[in-house]
């Protein structure tokens, strides 16, 4: 364990008792109370998850997280304030890996930092998958599509990885839920949707025509062969 | 006027009509009136000339008859009087055209020694007959008048005035018809607007252009249609302050909530440490953060339906597998027996499960623990029908389940926020359902979840390549 994770929370009630369950549970917590801190808190220390309020004073949690995409792979939860659906989308469209509701109880929490920490290690025993012209490593964590490396986050390469085993094979949004982001039941399955862009936008050569990722009308994604 | 508004038009027939009427009754009236004078007048002159002549011919007769009755004819043949001469020995003409029969009733007047009159019809001419005793005797002398010029003059006068009123019903059909188009386009004018106003473009006016009964009617139409515009958009002002509140309030209460939240499912962690005299007041505390969340939850969804912010997300959905998978998941596979078959339909999945949730976890609150929970189609809609055995619910509280914080028992505290029931039919209306319940005191409740099936399919939902074993390279 001794994962570090970086909690930016503005309020001092939520972020004290986050930040305790989260030690509990054997992470070492670092905090930050606004965007501006806690982007800078990203960028410079070794940190391996963050966790990201939406409502931020200073800079606001979709900004940081897509300034720290610029740079960093690192996964990124968000908290979201259930009643703006809205923010779901723009949070995993700013590049989040995944989302927590407010309010939460700590072991949801913890499940879900775990999820995406599991999600971003590395896993040596694994070969090289390779589909057409992708090739994933696994170990490494690099994607490369005929030779170019792609930069993909955790949870897209995971999703890739995922469906690149089984080429061919349509992958329901639960199917994908439960193995990539370890949903058991009921996630919101434009996690998957949202995840699915914008791994297109990386991978294919006209995302608007996508060629690599399919959709399978009213059931879910495929992995072409080619 | 380009739509006719009322296309029976009864109301712009029936006032034709009745001018038509009224002109009809008033011209006939006068042309009838007026004819009867004329006829009258004539017919009087007439009478009163021959009169005349007869009483003047009496004082004559004697003398011409004592030399002979042929004497007497002739000089009245002379002078173009016509006669008849009734003597015992029988009835002798001046003129063989004016013999007519003497009426018997005229003869016996005359006979008692009157000057009497009557018109006959001698074959298809007007006569006026007038008859006399010639003085000393006993011989009846009759003057025999035509009259058909005049009754020509009248059947002329008749004439022209049939016509004239004909003339003057037509054109007051026509005129009717004009004015009563006219004085009716107002109201077809305003029927108009009122049913603009009813589809709700609350800024319909009538026009304002004539001083009459017309324009203060649609000026007053129009203070009415202000009125009710302003009426409105004070209402709507106040629903949307009072749902702005509500979002506000339950917005607020979230950030307290969170933390409450987290720190209750620290302590809840913890219990088993705490020493006994705390350890029931924490227990307690995780439950009331429980109530207070889901009120907050069910607070902010009812607010995110009254500012319709709710969208779906429709997708392939196989009812019995959500069902068994929500009750799974609650872990009351023991408690709810689902039955039925298999229905595939497009559906927001998530809402569903929300809704099902909602009536079978009701049912087990308050219907003796247990539930049956069935799953069908009927005709062009599926059904999940959730059955318990409670207690029922008294019909009287039926109309009033769905609202919000309505409790059957007040005095029961139940876990429920009262809002539940609420967003489970906002929910099944969003996606063009709808919910049922029938109940029994003592016998137990029903809830009848309705969805339109736009897909129906034998058997499972789209066919989806089968679940592959474990990870592996």
Redesign the interface.
Known sequence: MDERVLLVED?A??RE??A??LK?AGFRVTTAVDGRDGLMRALQEPVDVVILDVMLPSLDGFEVCREIRKQSRVPILMLT???D?VDVVVGLESGADDYVT????????VARVRAVLRRSSSQPE??TVSVGGLELDPASFIATKDGRELSLTATEFRLLLEMA??PG?????E?LLD?VWNYD??G???LVDVAIQRLRAKVEDDPAHPRVITTVR???YRLERR | MSKRPVPTGRLRRRLTIAFVLVAGIASGALALGSFLLVRQARLSDSLDAAKAEARFDLVLAPGLIQISPQNLLGSFRQNRVNIVLVTRGGALPSNSNFNPPIPRGLRSLVGSGQLAYQRVMDGRRHLLVIGGLIPGSKDELYFVFPEDRIQRDLAQLRNILLVGWGVVVILAGLVGRLLARRTLDPVAKASQAARSMAEGILATRLPVTKQDEFGAWAASFNEMAEALEAKIAALQEAQARERRFTSDVSHELRTPLTALVGEASLLAENLERMPPEVRRPAELLIQDVARLRRLVDELMEISRFDAGRESIQVDSVDLMALIQAAVRARGWDQQVEVSGEDVALRSDRRRLERIVANLMGNALEHGGGRCRVSVGINGQRAFVEVTDRGQGIPSEHLPHLFDRFFKADPSRRGTGSGLGLAIAMENARLLGGDIEVWSEVGTGTRFTLLLPVMESLPGRAPAVSPQHESEAP
């Open positions: 309020d009630s939520i008792v986050a305790m369950g509990q304030a259930r009643t659906t407010k309010p939460f109880e700590m072991p949801e929490l694994e070969t085993r089984r094979q349509v992958f329901t949004r199917m193995r039941y009921l919101d399955s434009r009213g059931v879910g």
